[in-house]
């Protein structure tokens, strides 16, 4: 069975650090190009890290640039985000998927996702 599962959720303080985790099963990641996306209460999901169709490049949402990074272990079968100087405004719960930014609102398969909570 494919899946993508998410992990290293939590509650951190401003300014805090997280490492998530999106691990693969049923498939090999290295194949595919895997991005992060994110969605708060009350607000459409948004693509945090992830590849624009036009050019395949790694795009960062504007608010983490410089703060998040996006990286992968192939033979964990993982992919990881590294979220430094977190701020209450990255509260949401994230999502990992194998799909560029353009197709964020057409995607529908959706994994649990990996709540983090930004609070002091």
């Known amino acids: 069975q494919i899946r993508l599962v998410e992990s290293g959720g939590g509650l951190v303080q401003p300014g805090g650090s997280l490492r998530l985790s999106c691990a693969a099963s049923?498939?090999?990641?290295?194949?595919?190009?895997i991005g992060w996306f994110r969605q708060a209460p009350g607000k459409e999901r948004e693509g945090v890290a992830c590849t624009t169709i036009s050019d395949g490049k790694m795009k960062y949402l504007d608010s983490v640039k410089g703060r998040f990074t996006i990286s992968r272990d192939n033979a964990k079968n993982t992919v990881f985000l590294q979220m430094n100087s977190l701020k209450p405004e990255d509260t949401a719960v994230y999502y990992c998927?194998?799909?560029?930014?353009?197709?964020?609102?057409?995607?529908?398969?959706w994994s649990q996702g990996t709540q983090v909570t930004v609070s002091s």
């Open positions: 998927a194998g799909i560029p930014c353009e197709l964020i609102n057409t995607f529908s398969h």
């Open positions: 049923g498939f090999t990641l290295g194949d595919y190009t």
